[in-house]
């Protein structure tokens, strides 16, 4: 009885610290959900969602490239681009892309999943009745603009940058080369020589040479190459700095 007994004591034992370990655990995991929504969004690095967003994109050739010269065939994403239950990017069956399509595809996407991921209901002015006019912009209104810097400050949603030695992954570049033609990439790392001077860099876009979306590089130069001072340098922005509801009337008033 006395054996019987103290195997019984023993399996309750047993129990009690399994139900404890497992109310342990539980407890853990609910603190580290609170601690997320909790944390601050203004806090946030912006530019670390744009990095998981863009890395989020296949580089096998699956998304290749395709830009419509003559006709509006697409607006150069992989897919219809939803944003606050309203399309705004539109893609094409094949989902093939091309540059400044696929960055802004990239903004949107690190744009809905930080709203998701801190349970916020609006983005300022940036709303999807403003996204057309939004995206002429990003897209280069001229020769030698600032296409997404444009657009982000515009909207209150992002920064210039203003030269290569403040910038970090995950920020937008317009390029523009010597040639005249230019190009919508997201900055992966900074190229130097052997001395440490800045060389070139490495990007993430979609061009004809990695058959759609892939990682590239380019260097500058004097006549020939990337023209550093037309390589414009933007970042997304935390929450606060984007514009309020309260300009988002003239927003909406100077995007018709």
């Known amino acids: ?108 996407k690190a744009l809905n999943q930080f709203l998701k991921d801190f349970n916020l209901q609006s983005a300022g002015a940036l709303t999807p009745e403003v996204s057309a006019y939004f995206m002429k912009l990003w897209f280069v ?27 970090r992954r995950g920020d937008f570049i317009q390029l523009w080369r010597h040639s005249g033609t230019g190009h919508s990439v997201i900055l992966w790392d900074l190229i130097r020589d052997n001395n440490g001077k800045l060389k070139g860099f490495k990007y993430l876009s979609s061009q004809p040479k990695t058959s759609g979306i892939g990682f590239a590089t380019e260097d500058f130069g004097t006549t020939t190459g990337l023209a550093i001072e037309r390589c414009h340098i933007s970042r997304m922005t935390p929450p606060s700095t984007w514009k309020n509801s309260r300009n988002e009337k003239s927003a909406r008033q100077s995007s018709k």
């Open 141 to 167: 209104r001229e020769k030698n603009g600032d296409g997404p810097g444009d657009a982000m400050e515009k909207y209150g949603c992002g920064i210039r940058i203003p030269d290569f030695e403040q910038t």
């Open 1 to 108: 009885m006395k054996k019987l007994k103290a195997i019984k004591t023993q399996n309750s034992h047993k129990k009690n610290n399994f139900i404890f370990m497992c109310s342990s655990i539980l407890l853990f995991l609910l603190l580290l959900k609170l601690n997320t929504f909790a944390k601050n969004p203004d806090d946030v690095d912006m530019n670390e969602y744009v990095i998981k967003s863009a890395e989020s994109f296949p580089r096998d050739g699956t998304h290749k490239y395709f830009w419509p010269r003559n006709e509006y065939v697409y607006d150069g994403c992989t897919t219809n681009v939803i944003f606050m239950n309203q399309i705004v990017m539109k893609g094409e069956p094949q989902k093939r892309t091309f540059c400044c399509g696929f960055t802004l595809e990239v903004f949107w």
